[in-house]
């Protein structure tokens, strides 16, 4: 533990609830670290000389008469490189049997970046999955969660994401991970060679529930070193961000807050943009991404959690299960990445924009002609053919299982549209039409006229 | 004006997050400013409550590392904003601090810098005389700010009539300089500098009439302009589940709209939409002025991961650095992005302050405080018969995309224009997602509004907005029957009638903020445009099938759609409309 007895000990605690403990001191500041019998402890609230302490792992067995002492700072994290290919807890301690980590002292949850510091993200960063890169193309500097429902292959898909982006550094944030899955993704890092490239805090299931709200701090300050002081491009991985807005309002509850919506405490918003806010592009090359974890209950993103969140970050990516092709995709309609303006068809090919918006329009239709069929209604020619386009733009594109460059996305997506439409149906730019039209130049259609494109 | 009374000192008490609960022994104002001290870095807070022996202080800083018995200093002062020529193109935080001026790559907590440059030097030239009679906010001389005529003006705060005792001559001076001295009735003197100060939660009201808005606000913007138009002094509020495209919105009106300073309070929001701004802003052209975009704009950043309580002081910095120009005869508009994490702000004081929670855990009075906000936007005539103006356009983020939310109902009984973003359109990607029939603006109601439309744009530009509409109306209704009966089981005329509202919903209301050209329409182009889509719907066509009718209206879509990318009035654009008329004649009964 990095936090020595240096202060005098105090007890006569006279409250005690789930989260908290309340006592007499007049030596307190606020936010600071205290150490209950043995237990990491932070000053939430200060009256008087009433103090109220919320311990981190939780208040049972803590006495009346439990020793307390003031460790006279906030939270902090050793950094250095030291910390690369470790494994943490949510208090920065090695629970992978190696040594401490010697280096620099930094308390975490430090100041937001000045915004006139920050320069405009234009990197792409590429997954291989095209209902990411073809769709909601993400941008060195973003922030954005995967919101999924529990049971889909979320964690493998993060894993995925980690290893394919070209980063220097990946941060992995375990909020409530189960065991297997923090093994999984201890295998799939050492398995790749990756492992000094990685760095983890890890709460898993079996660890308090509290501890969690340490973990997204302790993982952006160690971001932070690697991208600040080091220039390096850091991608951070946090999951699973709804167990940590859990514990939020476990804590705010038992401080008797009035709850909004969906009882989670009033400050949500602020509490989750404090985070997500440390994505960063730096002028001198280093960048902070953060790829994270909203787990859906039922699906619903108007529950308190997604929503929030879907303010704050910038864009989301929408995991369904596609019957029709009988694998997860990216779902085209709620999946957003708000940053793709500043790469597609600048740092990709030209047509990028035009053809993701034509894909996804002709995609739609598809869903309007599927709603028609379940409703017992004829289809079209028209419907048909958006059908059939559907399943081959899923399993071709939209699939996770896939792993291609963008150029083969617009591609395929140029192949399909000449295999299944008309010009006149895509209502692309004429000028790349010109360039990429694989079809014949004639409208198929017997009733219209000639395509005057010349 | 420097108040030289003694003020309160006080000790800190307790404190919960950015709550300080302070004792003094001498007496404080509510709002008055303090300073809290925790070893050498001073913390600005303000008193929001007091009761009994405690005063409630809402600190716009983390409060970490803070013990009870620190001291707090109070100033007798109101958060107050600092005003003179230099305000343009600056980049602020919610208290106007100049966030250029900040050299740390992080923002240190209790650091602070000019909003001013003190240094510099302005060419200033009187338009007052000695011996003339003025008061607050009478023009005294000019200056040239970027493209603009910055006046200076009496101080603000100046009680009463006063005359010119000097005036400094054409030329050069500092921005502290002596411009001029004022004596008033009793011999009492005030000298004017180019800097005043005003408090940022009281409304500058000098100016002798304001008037209900009845000019239009060209925003470029098809489905604002050609369907729900915004006046200039009008106010607006654009509710929307994330992601449906507020800030897109809102950045292209700060881009194309005819307005002399545009203020871009971004409140509770991303800081890389802040950094959009001032990389792009520099390299765009004002499309009325020819002169960069950043030269006309002010932002002020409140980012969501800045102070919360700062959120609150932002939008009012924003007004009241508003209400400077205006005071000047300018057209300012303001786009505040989003005003609900102002309210969430408010939230999250009041129930710290464990106040009566009103719906949804939002204070009571947050209907007041919203149109008490509002109001403060306007049309003016100055003393001097000028005009001036602010225009205000807000965004609401319901929580869970409810529009039934308290901030969006709060919100919509104050703003005049509602530019609902549905949820739907966003999802297809029919963007700018407005919804066309949910929105509205009350000012096509002003008979002022509809004269000046009919002068300005044509004699029956409202009987088209409102013809426009009502086919929008017959389009969804036609859908929905095609959707309940099937596509065989209505008459063609339904296909046709569905299509043609496709047709405008295509051609009027999508429009992409990223294309140069679709980007921005002049009204002049709006016009024609809705004129030629009008005659389009009046047309009758020979298509037997409701296949025939979609893919008939999907080539008219495509067509149309090149037109909007391509330039008005082009040799490519004369081109594609003459295609156009050629598809038309194919199929067009006579
Ligand atoms: N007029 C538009 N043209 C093209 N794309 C748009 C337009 N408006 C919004 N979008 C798309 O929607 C995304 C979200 O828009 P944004 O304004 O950031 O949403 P909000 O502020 O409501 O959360 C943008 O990143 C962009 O991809
Ligand atoms: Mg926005």
Redesign the pocket.
């Known amino acids: 533990m990095q936090y020595k007895a240096f202060q005098p000990i105090f007890s006569k605690i006279t409250r005690i609830n789930k989260a908290t403990c309340e006592l007499q001191s007049r030596r307190a500041s606020y936010d600071e670290l205290a150490i209950v019998n043995g237990r990491l402890a932070q000053v939430v609230k200060i009256m008087g000389d009433q103090v109220t302490l919320q311990v981190f792992s939780g208040t049972d067995g803590i006495p009346t008469n439990a020793e307390v002492v003031f460790t006279g700072k906030a939270p902090v994290l050793q950094v250095s490189d030291e910390l690369c290919g470790r494994f943490f807890n949510a208090y920065g301690d090695p629970i992978d049997n190696g040594p401490e980590v010697v280096g620099e002292e930094r308390v975490i949850g430090g100041p937001s970046v000045n915004p006139t510091k920050r320069k405009q993200p234009s990197e792409l960063l590429a997954t291989g999955i095209g209902g990411i890169d073809l769709n909601n193309t993400l941008v060195t500097g973003q922030k954005i969660p995967f919101f999924a429902d529990p049971e889909q292959p979320y964690n493998q898909i993060m894993a995925d994401v980690a290893l394919r982006a070209k980063a220097d550094r990946i941060i992995l944030g375990g909020i409530g991970l189960t065991n297997d899955d923090y093994l999984f993704y201890k295998n799939v890092f050492e398995n790749a060679g990756a492992l000094d490239r990685i760095v983890s805090f890890i709460n898993t299931t079996e660890d308090p529930s509290i501890e969690r709200l340490l973990i997204p701090d302790m993982a952006l300050t160690a971001a932070e070193y690697f991208a600040v002081d080091k220039n390096e491009k850091v991608l951070v991985l946090l999951t699973d961000l709804t167990l940590y807005c859990d514990a939020l309002s476990i804590v705010s509850n038992n401080m008797d807050q009035i709850a909004s919506k969906d009882n989670m405490p009033a400050s949500l918003y602020s509490d989750l943009a404090r985070h997500y806010e440390k994505a960063v592009q730096f002028p001198d090359g280093g960048s902070i991404t953060i790829i994270a974890v909203t787990t859906l209950s039922g699906g619903d993103i108007t529950h308190a959690i997604p929503d929030n969140t879907g303010?704050i970050t910038e864009?989301q990516l929408f995991l369904r299960r596609n019957t029709d092709i009988g694998a997860t995709v990216v779902d085209p309609f709620r999946s957003?990445?708000?940053l793709?303006?500043l790469v597609i068809g600048k740092k990709t090919r030209e047509d990028h924009p035009q053809v993701m918006n034509a894909s996804v329009r002709l995609y739609a239709d598809a869903m309007n002609a599927k709603t028609k069929l379940e409703n017992g209604f004829d289809l079209s020619d028209y419907d048909q053919r958006c059908l059939e386009f559907a399943k081959e733009y899923a399993k071709h594109l939209l699939s996770i299982d896939v792993n291609i460059e963008i150029e083969t996305m617009l591609d395929i997506c140029w192949d399909l549209f000449a295999k299944y439409f008309s010009i006149e149906e895509l209502s692309v730019k004429k000028e790349l039409i010109n360039t990429y039209w694989k079809g014949k130049k004639r409208e198929v259609k017997a009733d219209s006229k000639a395509d005057r494109s010349d | 004006m420097v108040d030289t009374a003694t003020h309160a000192v006080g000790k800190v008490r307790g404190m919960i997050s950015n709550l300080v609960i302070v004792r003094a022994e001498q007496p404080v104002a509510q709002n008055e400013i303090c300073y809290i001290h925790i070893g050498d870095e001073r913390l600005l807070g303000e008193v929001i409550k007091v009761e009994e022996q405690d005063i409630f202080v809402q600190c716009y800083e983390s409060t970490r590392g803070l013990k009870v018995g620190n001291t707090v200093e109070f100033t007798g002062q109101m958060l107050e904003v600092k005003l003179g020529p230099g305000m343009l193109s600056k980049t602020y935080d919610g208290l106007q601090n100049d966030l250029n001026k900040l050299d740390s790559l992080f923002l240190k907590r209790g650091q602070t810098s000019d909003a001013l440059d003190p240094g510099s030097s302005w060419h200033f030239t009187p338009t007052a005389k000695e011996g003339d009679s003025v008061q607050a906010g009478d023009w005294l001389g000019e200056v040239k700010e970027n493209s603009i005529t910055h006046r200076i003006m009496v101080p603000f705060k100046a009680v009463g009539r006063f005359t010119i005792k000097s005036i400094v001559a054409d030329g050069s001076y500092g921005l502290e300089d002596t411009i001029a001295t004022l004596i008033n009735p009793e011999g009492q003197e005030l000298t004017v500098t180019m800097v005043q100060y005003w408090p940022i939660k009281r409304a500058v009201k000098l100016y002798s009439e304001k008037v209900r808005p009845f000019s239009m606000l060209e925003t470029g913007i098809r489905t604002v302009d050609s369907l729900n138009p915004i006046m200039e002094g009008g106010t607006g509020f654009v509710p929307?589940?994330?992601?449906?495209?507020?800030?897109?919105?809102?950045h292209?009106i700060s881009k194309q709209a005819a307005a002399d300073v545009v203020i871009f309070a971004a409140c509770g929001e991303r800081a890389n939409e802040i950094v959009e701004v001032f990389t792009e802003f520099p390299k765009l052209e004002d499309p009325f002025t020819g002169r960069k975009l950043m030269e006309r704009t002010i932002i002020i950043a409140n980012t969501s991961n800045m102070p919360v309580a700062a959120r609150e002081a932002s939008v009012y910095t924003a007004m009241t650095i508003a209400e400077y120009y205006r005071t000047m005869g300018l057209r300012v508009l303001i786009l505040a992005?989003s005003t609900s994490r102002w309210a969430q702000a408010l939230r999250e004081m009041s129930n710290r302050l464990e106040e009566l929670p009103g719906p949804d855990a939002f204070p009571m009075d947050l209907t007041a405080v919203i149109a008490n906000f509002y109001s403060r936007a306007g049309y003016t005539y100055l003393r001097n018969g000028q005009t001036g103006s602010i225009t205000f356009l807000g965004?609401v983020?319901p929580s869970g995309g409810n529009l039934k939310e308290p901030v969006t109902e709060a919100t919509k009984k104050s703003a005049r224009c509602y530019y609902a973003?549905s949820q739907k359109r966003?999802d297809q990607?029919r963007?700018?997602?407005v919804d066309p029939v949910e929105s509205y603006s009350k000012y096509l109601e002003y008979p002022e509004v509809r004269s000046y439309l009919q002068e300005h744009v044509s004699m029956q530009w409202v009987d088209h907005i409102n013809q426009t509409k009502d086919i929008l109306i017959k389009g969804q209704e036609v859908r929905d029957q095609i959707n309940i009966l099937g596509d065989d089981g209505v008459p063609l005329d339904y296909h046709l009638l569905f299509w043609k509202a496709e047709l405008i919903d295509f051609v009027i209301l999508q429009?992409?903020?990223?294309d140069k050209i679709d980007a921005m329409t002049p009204i002049d182009r709006q016009r024609f445009m809705l004129e030629l889509l009008l005659d389009i719907y009046e047309m009758d066509f020979q298509l037997e099938t409701f296949e025939d009718v979609a893919n008939y209206f999907k080539r008219l879509i495509n067509q149309l759609k090149q037109l909007n990318y391509s330039p008005y009035a082009s040799p490519e654009f004369k081109t594609l409309l003459d295609e156009l008329k050629t598809i038309i004649d194919e199929k067009r009964i006579m």
């Open positions: 303010y864009g957003l990445s708000r793709k303006q | 929307g589940p994330f992601g449906t495209g507020k800030t897109v919105l809102q292209a992005d965004t983020s973003l966003a990607k963007y700018p997602a429009q992409d903020a990223f």
